[in-house]
């Protein structure tokens, strides 16, 4: 059940809190509505950034029964960050960027872990897609115990075009594979990296593997061969920081 607190109905106080720059997570709009008015939401919503889902009204009325005139706004429990913002002022600080990109991740669970231990390594920042995939919603910031008031989370429409300004802004892509031949161990890590992890049961999606400099493996023995994506994300992130301590540097 989502608590009334996180998020707002009705056609007039959406807008209002799109114009308003409130951090929505993503509005929902009832097949049935007003052509008109559905596109001067979507557009006033792109410009935010902000994804909109056309659903049947019944998913609307399970969230509430008010008069919601088939327009929700579900509130994000954190501020978003865009990556051609963050990154520059990595860089102005004098850090070595750590970026963790998650291609694909759905379920919420596996994006609060992931992210818990981002916080604890001293990632820079955390990158997911607006679309096919989890959101830092209150449910995730319960499961990574609070890390997502700390992380920033870059939500980013084109996962593509993200990484592809990773790359030209001088980090190396490495991306996770099972059908990669190099133990992730052998990659190097000491300079501004970006780690792709993808979703257990898709992977990294193609187009994301080919902007990839690298592509490591996690070696598995036993008979399931499919390690949980936090489980996998938490190896790749401590041999970042395993190689940076190495490398006599200071974690971010």
């Known amino acids: 059940m989502i608590d009334k607190n996180q998020y707002i109905y009705g056609i007039h106080a959406v807008l209002e809190a799109i114009d308003a720059g409130k951090d929505i997570d993503k509005i929902l709009l009832s097949k049935t509505l007003n052509v008109d008015t559905a596109k001067e939401i979507v557009d006033r919503a792109r410009s935010l950034r902000v994804p909109v889902q056309r659903v049947p009204v019944q998913k609307i009325d399970r969230i509430t029964r008010r008069n919601h005139q088939g327009v929700l706004a579900l509130m994000s429990a954190v501020t978003y960050y865009q990556v051609e913002d963050i990154v520059p002022q990595l860089f102005d600080n004098g850090e070595n960027p750590f970026i963790v990109v998650l291609d694909g991740v759905t379920d919420v669970r596996n994006f609060g872990a992931v992210a818990r231990t981002c916080e604890c390594a001293g990632v820079s920042a955390i990158v997911i897609p607006d679309r096919e995939s989890v959101s830092a919603n ?62 257990e049961d898709k992977g990294v999606s193609p187009e994301i593997m080919k902007l990839c400099d690298t592509q490591v493996m996690i070696p598995e023995f036993g008979h399931i061969n499919s390690l949980n994506v936090s489980v996998a994300g938490g190896i790749m ?6 190689q940076r301590l190495d490398d006599n540097q200071e974690v971010n």
């Open 237 to 242: 992130i401590y041999e970042v920081v395993r």
């Open 138 to 199: 209150a449910d995730a910031v319960k499961t990574s115990a609070g890390a997502l008031n700390y992380l920033p989370v870059c939500r980013e429409h084109n996962l593509v075009n993200a990484v592809k300004l990773l790359r030209d802004s001088g980090f190396k892509i490495v991306g996770t594979s099972d059908k990669s031949r190099v133990p992730y161990t052998r990659a190097v890590y000491t300079g501004p990296v970006a780690i792709v992890l993808g979703a």
